[in-house]
Nanobody
Framework: QVQLVESGGGLVQAGGSLRLSCAASGLTFRSYTMGWFRQAPGKERELVAAVNWAGNIYYADSVKGRFTISRDNAKKTVYLQMNSLKPEDTAVYYC???????????????WGQGTQVTVSS
C-alpha cells in the first residue's frame, strides 16, 4: 500500500520560509517522479514543482526563484523549500507520485493527504 505523508505546513508571515517534507512508503521511490501541488480555496489544483528520477526539475512560473524541490532517495523523502513566501502562496499543499518521467505532467498515481500553508500579510 502506497502512502505519502506530508509535514511542515503552518502559519508564516510574508517574506518567511517553510520547508515541506513528504515521506513515501510502499513504492520504489527512486523510480518515481515526485511532485508538489497546491490548491487554494476556489481555485484549481496547481502543479508547483516536480523532480524525476534523473534529477530533472519543473517549477511553476509563480514559484521560480523562491521554491526549491529536492529528494533524498535513501530516506524516500521529497522536500519543498519555500522562501520569500507571499500571501498568494496560501493553499493546501499536496505531495504526489507518478510512474512516468515527465516533470510537467499533471497526471499522478498517488497522493498525500495535504498540509496547510498560510502566509499572512
Amino acid at each position: 500500500q502506497v502512502q505519502l505523508v506530508e509535514s511542515g505546513g503552518g502559519l508564516v508571515q510574508a517574506g518567511g520560509s517553510l520547508r515541506l517534507s513528504c515521506a513515501a512508503s510502499g513504492l520504489t521511490f527512486r523510480s518515481y517522479t515526485m511532485g508538489w501541488f497546491r490548491q487554494a480555496p476556489g481555485k484549481e489544483r496547481e502543479l508547483v514543482a516536480a523532480v524525476n528520477w534523473a534529477g530533472n526539475i519543473y517549477y511553476a512560473d509563480s514559484v521560480k526563484g523562491r521554491f526549491t524541490i529536492s529528494r533524498d532517495n535513501a530516506k524516500k523523502t521529497v522536500y519543498l523549500q519555500m522562501n520569500s513566501l507571499k500571501p498568494e502562496d496560501t493553499a493546501v499543499y499536496y505531495c504526489a507520485a507518478r510512474a512516468g518521467s515527465g516533470t510537467a505532467s499533471r497526471s499522478y498515481d498517488y497522493w498525500g493527504q495535504g498540509t496547510q500553508v498560510t502566509v499572512s500579510s
